[in-house]
């Protein structure tokens, strides 16, 4: 594996890029791009590439503002506004959010303030969720808090057989129904006996085919998914229960251990990502973008 010391990264505009992976399953880091300058079209269909073939990208030391940050998101298509009801919305880009703990007059400056977080897929309780969210590193505490994602991909395509046969043609109900205080470190199978009056779910296929790469990936996560549609519901938890701890698996991961300046772009159809807790009495900072989608089919 080359080592950043050794890579030689082409003149900005070259159609190849320096990367060396980030594990053995997914992600991969991109060595030599100023992703604060304006890319050509060469450049960034490189990256593109690099990022749909790896599910998790990683620029490490870049130096974004909030308009470059937006600026490079667009490039990967149109962007989305918040959907859920959570603070730390941007009044400059209604597409960026603050995921933060800090306090500013007593009031939390952004999101998704505390705590761990379990496997998820972004916005997977709406009819057309992201295809990709964009995290940027700006406070980071001393250790923890690292983002870990897992490649969907490969854990459809090593599931077992009986399992694939059981959810063939079916779709699982995704929810969101949390706030800052609550939820995040339980699972929707255990929280929702049923979808509470007013709630954000959707029903989506088990596994999805990607748009762009034409792979399959299970898009069923444990923070969201909380029955499989028209299956009895101990069943359904027998079941997801099985898939959850297949798709977690180790071999599957790759941890992010954040340093300010990082940029990670994941793929929202082929990835799913938690997070470790943090230590509450520091700061942490991150501004996040998401890129609209498409319905999973």
């Not at 010391?5 to 053995?24: D, K, M, W």
């Not at 969210?133 to 077992?160: D, K, Q, V």
């Amino acid at each position: 594996m080359p080592t950043e010391e050794i890579a030689q990264p082409p003149p900005l505009g070259a159609p190849g890029l320096v990367t060396r992976p980030l594990a053995s399953e997914i992600g991969v880091e991109i060595l030599g791009v100023d992703l604060s300058r304006p890319l050509d079209d060469a450049t960034f269909r490189a990256i593109e590439s690099a990022w749909l073939d790896n599910c998790v990208l990683l620029a490490r030391g870049q130096n974004l503002d909030e308009d470059a940050q937006v600026a490079f998101a667009a490039r990967f298509g149109p962007l989305g506004q918040n959907v859920n009801k959570h603070n730390g919305g941007s009044k400059r880009h209604p597409a960026t959010m603050l995921i933060s703990n800090i306090r500013e007059n007593g009031q939390l400056i952004g999101a998704l303030p505390d705590g761990e977080m379990l496997f998820h897929s972004d916005q997977c309780y709406v009819e057309t969720p992201c295809s990709a969210g964009m995290l940027y590193g700006i406070e980071i505490p001393s250790h923890g808090g690292e983002t870990i994602f897992a490649n969907m991909y490969r854990a459809w395509e090593t599931l077992p057989g009986d399992l694939k046969r059981a959810v063939v043609g079916r779709k699982a109900v995704n929810i969101f129904e949390y706030s800052d205080a609550e939820g995040y470190g339980a699972s929707a199978m255990d929280l929702f006996p049923a979808p509470p009056p007013g709630s954000k779910h959707y029903a989506h296929p088990i596994a999805r085919a990607h748009p762009a790469t034409g792979r399959k990936a299970l898009y069923v996560n444990r923070g969201m998914t909380m029955c499989v549609e028209g299956m009895a519901r101990a069943e359904s938890d027998a079941l997801l229960t099985r898939i959850f701890d297949h798709q977690e698996q180790a071999r599957f991961q790759y941890a992010h251990a954040w340093r300010p300046g990082d940029l990670l772009v994941w793929d929202n159809r082929s990835a799913l990502h938690a997070r470790n807790d943090f230590p509450a009495n520091e700061r942490r900072m991150l501004r996040r973008v998401t890129v609209l989608g498409q319905r999973p089919c």
